[in-house]
């Protein structure tokens, strides 16, 4: 068995606390306004969960990769949409901790952890290139000392309201080794925000188009080196990956907690429809599932916290969660019957906020490429 230390019980307890009492009395409302938790990301941030695993003294907890899935889990079974704009904003800092100067992380490390940000981005989609990330096109010239960027993003988490945006551009030759990446500050002359997608679920996750227009950046915006870029964003995604794989967990185990106790309240043919053995077998399916996926994020966490490669195993974790957790909302609905159907009962919220799961930071099909290629590595 897995067992949590002190410090990790600690996170989990502090993070499940504030998700059911703060987060999931809120989060139909944040859903149905599409109204972005400004007030939830800094009460999270004072609870110290926008930088779990980055140091103290960029005013990170330092809790580690475990703490931090643990932390996610508990979250999104409070709110889906604020779980995935936390996800992003740790995901930046430990970018930026990684692979950023002194002064870089100095600038905007501690802006994300204290919620002085209200978010943080990672913009490296396209609207010609998802999946297939090296073949972007916006670019950055060198214009003396300065940069001059130029492109479209698709698909930005928190675009519109990031105090710092970790942009991609293609600085070189075609393919993975001409991309770089670069810092730009929200508001920066020459970025423009494109309107708020109007998504199926995550509704209170702002997900927007940016466009750069002879936007000019100094030399000191660049992270890492010139062509770096490619190696740092597969890096991000890795624990990207593992941290989105926790929050399809949490939306299942929400999902599944909400079909039980309509199971157990729910009268039919006078009995509680949890006695039938076809809603009795749909839970424990779902049950084992979402313990095996929670074991895998675990596990991959676990790895990454050791500082030992964790590639495979996070890709693991992201397709097998979030297919059962989609499985798990998928049940809920059928069993909440017509009611699962309404806006009235949290099921359908969930079945819409697990869908994405399977999609974003990598697809349930890029994962088993890259699982494949590494077991075959082996």
């Given at each position: 068995m897995f067992e949590l230390t002190e410090a990790q019980q600690m996170v989990q307890q502090a993070a499940r606390s504030y998700a059911q009492k703060s987060l999931a009395p809120v989060a139909a409302a944040l859903d149905r306004e599409a109204r972005f938790p400004r007030a939830q990301l800094r009460e999270l941030a004072e609870l110290g969960l926008m930088g779990v695993n980055v140091p103290e003294e960029l005013g990170g907890a330092q809790a580690g990769a475990v703490s931090y899935v643990l932390a996610m889990m508990e979250i999104a079974q409070g709110c889906a949409s604020t779980a995935v704009t936390m996800a992003v904003n740790n995901m930046v800092a430990e970018t930026l901790v990684r692979f950023g100067?002194?002064?870089?992380?100095?600038?905007?490390?501690?802006?994300?952890?204290?919620?002085?940000?209200?978010?943080?981005?990672?913009?490296?989609?396209?609207?010609?290139?998802?999946?297939?990330?090296?073949?972007?096109?916006?670019?950055?010239?060198?214009?003396?000392?300065?940069?001059?960027?130029?492109?479209?993003?698709?698909?930005?988490?928190?675009?519109?309201?990031?105090?710092?945006?970790?942009?991609?551009?293609?600085?070189?030759?075609?393919?993975?080794?001409?991309?770089?990446?670069?810092?730009?500050?929200?508001?920066?002359?020459?970025?423009?925000?494109?309107?708020?997608?109007?998504?199926?679920?995550?509704?209170?996750?702002?997900?927007?188009?940016?466009?750069?227009?002879?936007?000019?950046?100094?030399?000191?915006?660049?992270?890492?080196?010139?062509?770096?870029?490619?190696?740092?964003?597969?890096?991000?995604?890795?624990?990207?990956?593992?941290?989105?794989?926790?929050?399809?967990?949490?939306?299942?185990?929400?999902?599944?907690?909400?079909?039980?106790?309509?199971?157990?309240?729910?009268?039919?043919?006078?009995?509680?429809?949890?006695?039938?053995?076809?809603?009795?077998?749909?839970?424990?399916?779902?049950?084992?599932?979402?313990?095996?996926?929670?074991?895998?994020?675990?596990?991959?966490?676990?790895?990454?916290?050791?500082?030992?490669?964790?590639?495979?195993?996070?890709?693991?974790?992201?397709?097998?969660a979030s297919e059962k957790a989609n499985k798990a909302c998928d049940v809920g609905v059928q069993i909440h019957g017509g009611y699962g159907y309404l806006d009235e009962f949290p099921a359908e919220r969930h079945y819409r906020d697990a869908r994405v799961t399977t999609i974003y930071e990598g697809t349930s099909e890029v994962q088993r490429f890259v699982i494949a290629r590494e077991v075959l590595k082996d």
């Open positions: 100067t002194p002064e870089q992380k100095r600038r905007y490390v501690p802006e994300i952890t204290s919620g002085r940000f209200a978010a943080a981005s990672y913009a490296l989609s396209e609207p010609h290139s998802g999946s297939d990330a090296a073949s972007l096109r916006t670019s950055a010239r060198r214009d003396g000392d300065d940069w001059v960027l130029n492109g479209s993003k698709q698909w930005i988490t928190s675009g519109d309201q990031a105090g710092v945006i970790i942009v991609w551009a293609r600085t070189g030759v075609a393919g993975s080794k001409g991309i770089s990446c670069f810092l730009v500050e929200g508001g920066a002359r020459g970025l423009h925000v494109g309107k708020h997608e109007d998504k199926m679920g995550l509704r209170a996750s702002s997900t927007v188009p940016l466009t750069f227009e002879d936007l000019r950046l100094p030399a000191a915006a660049l992270l890492g080196a010139p062509g770096q870029g490619f190696h740092i964003a597969m890096a991000a995604l890795d624990g990207g990956r593992v941290g989105i794989a926790a929050q399809a967990v949490g939306i299942g185990e929400a999902a599944l907690a909400a079909a039980v106790r309509y199971a157990r309240d729910r009268q039919a043919f006078g009995q509680p429809i949890a006695n039938y053995q076809a809603i009795r077998f749909m839970i424990a399916d779902c049950a084992t599932e979402l313990d095996a996926a929670r074991l895998l994020v675990l596990r991959a966490a676990g790895l990454k916290e050791a500082g030992q490669p964790f590639t495979r195993e996070a890709s693991m974790a992201k397709v097998f």
